[in-house]
């Protein structure tokens, strides 16, 4: 993806649909396969996937620059990790409880990341990220290192009950930061439907209760999904303060790979946002001349083996020894002198 704020402005339609859409077939293929491990016991935790979400997801981290942005996803972002920039094999390693990957092993399948990158570790308490990300922006602040930069999130409707997303994001447009929080409204906190979650006409309110501006797409819609997720990251790092992009989706998937969603209704699931995003993406790139039919099925082949060859690779790799690891989080430097 493109490293300098210049490079995605000059971006054509066309290299930008074909490099997300890449994103997304990585993401989708990779969580299939980790679908399939999971129910063959192969992988220890829960299995979370992001099938139906990867335009919203894809199109917001092919808009950071990795580097210089922070962004920080959440369990359905596998499409936005790939598009900000991340192996394939960081993700199979931290799946499969390899010593060679990010977290080394010692953390929950879900909960990596590469600060030093830009891409911060996943938290469970969803909401958490907005604040984190908002204190990320103001150190940057107050280290005078702000300029030019943009951090991110990808939450859903549940998390914007959560108390954190409510003073992170209040805090964020206080201070005018460049925090740009895209809510996938799936349409259930869990199982949860929208209609118990809350009572406001749409969550864009949540945007100007705040002083924030506010962008609805429809996240089945990848080229819209492309254009919105553009402007509000364009916006933020002009210095236009807090975004919030609210996308409508279904996710296609249960909870985690443990649910059967048995709780989603049929007339969901058959209506516009039970559409799949990738089907349609595949549809458009085709219709705008953006890429050929037969380009699409060799990037299917072309992906599918690199996905492979990344979870064999991880299964072959050493686990951790409890005899011969540091578990120190912090070491204290050693000096000459014991009583320092």
Same mark, same amino acid.
């Given at each position: 993806?493109?490293?300098?704020?210049?490079?995605?402005?000059?971006?054509?339609?066309?290299?930008?649909?074909?490099?997300?859409?890449?994103?997304?077939?990585?993401?989708?293929?990779?969580?299939?396969?980790?679908?399939?491990?999971?129910?063959?016991?192969?992988?220890?935790?829960?299995? *979370?996937?992001?099938? $139906?979400?990867?335009?919203?997801?894809?199109?917001?981290g092919s808009c950071l620059i990795p580097g210089?942005?922070?962004?920080?996803?959440?369990?359905?972002?596998?499409?936005?990790?790939?598009?900000?920039?991340?192996?394939?094999?960081?993700?199979? !390693?931290?799946?499969?409880?390899?010593?060679?990957?990010?977290?080394?092993?010692?953390?929950?399948?879900?909960?990596?990341?590469?600060?030093?990158? $830009?891409?911060?570790?996943?938290?469970?308490?969803?909401?958490?990220?907005?604040?984190?990300?908002?204190?990320?922006?103001?150190?940057?602040?107050?280290?005078?290192?702000?300029? $030019?930069?943009?951090?991110?999130?990808?939450?859903?409707?549940?998390?914007?009950?959560? $108390?954190? @997303?409510?003073?992170?994001?209040?805090?964020?447009?206080?201070?005018?930061?460049?925090?740009?929080?895209?809510?996938?409204?799936?349409?259930?906190?869990?199982?949860?439907?929208?209609?118990?979650?809350?009572?406001? =006409? /749409?969550?864009?309110?949540?945007?100007?209760?705040?002083?924030? !501006?506010?962008?609805?797409?429809?996240?089945?819609? @990848?080229?819209?999904?492309?254009?919105?997720?553009?402007?509000?990251?364009?916006?933020?790092?002009?210095?236009?303060?807090?975004?919030?992009?609210?996308?409508?989706?279904? !996710?296609?998937?249960?909870?985690?790979?443990?649910? /059967?969603?048995? *709780?989603?209704?049929?007339?969901?699931?058959?209506?516009?946002?039970?559409?799949?995003?990738?089907?349609?993406?595949?549809?458009?790139?085709? =219709?705008?001349?953006?890429?050929? =039919?037969? =380009?699409?099925?060799?990037?299917?082949?072309?992906?599918?083996?690199?996905?492979?060859?990344?979870?064999?690779?991880?299964?072959?790799?050493?686990?951790?020894?409890?005899?011969?690891?540091?578990?120190?989080?912090?070491?204290?430097?050693?000096?000459?002198?014991?009583?320092?």
């Amino acid at each position: 993806m493109p490293d300098t704020a210049e490079s995605i402005e000059l971006l054509t339609d066309r290299e930008h649909a074909r490099k997300v859409y890449r994103a997304m077939l990585e993401a989708r293929l990779l969580e299939t396969k980790l679908s399939s491990l999971y129910k063959a016991g192969k992988i220890v935790g829960g299995v *979370y996937l992001g099938k $139906g979400q990867e335009a919203v997801s894809a199109s917001l981290g092919s808009c950071l620059i990795p580097g210089t942005d922070v962004f920080a996803p959440l369990i359905r972002d596998q499409g936005g990790r790939t598009a900000f920039g991340e192996e394939v094999i960081d993700c199979a !390693r931290t799946y499969l409880g390899s010593a060679e990957g990010p977290m080394r092993g010692r953390d929950g399948n879900i909960h990596r990341g590469r600060p030093e990158r $830009g891409m911060l570790a996943m938290i469970s308490h969803l909401g958490a990220a907005v604040s984190v990300v908002a204190g990320w922006l103001l150190a940057r602040r107050l280290q005078g290192r702000l300029e $030019g930069m943009v951090g991110a999130t990808c939450i859903g409707d549940g998390a914007t009950s959560t $108390g954190a @997303f409510h003073e992170g994001l209040n805090a964020a447009a206080v201070e005018r930061l460049p925090l740009v929080v895209v809510v996938a409204n799936n349409q259930f906190a869990y199982s949860t439907p929208n209609d118990r979650q809350f009572a406001c =006409e /749409d969550l864009l309110d949540r945007a100007k209760g705040y002083g924030v !501006r506010g962008y609805s797409v429809d996240g089945t819609d @990848f080229l819209a999904c492309l254009r919105v997720m553009r402007e509000a990251v364009a916006e933020a790092r002009r210095g236009g303060g807090p975004q919030m992009v609210v996308a409508r989706l279904l !996710r296609l998937t249960g909870h985690g790979e443990h649910d /059967d969603a048995s *709780y989603v209704p049929e007339s969901l699931k058959c209506g516009a946002l039970g559409q799949d995003c990738m089907a349609v993406a595949a549809g458009q790139l085709v =219709e705008e001349g953006y890429a050929e =039919e037969a =380009e699409l099925a060799e990037w299917q082949e072309e992906i599918g083996e690199k996905v492979q060859a990344a979870l064999a690779a991880a299964q072959r790799d050493p686990k951790p020894d409890p005899w011969r690891e540091q578990w120190e989080a912090f070491s204290m430097p050693q000096t000459g002198d014991q009583n320092a």
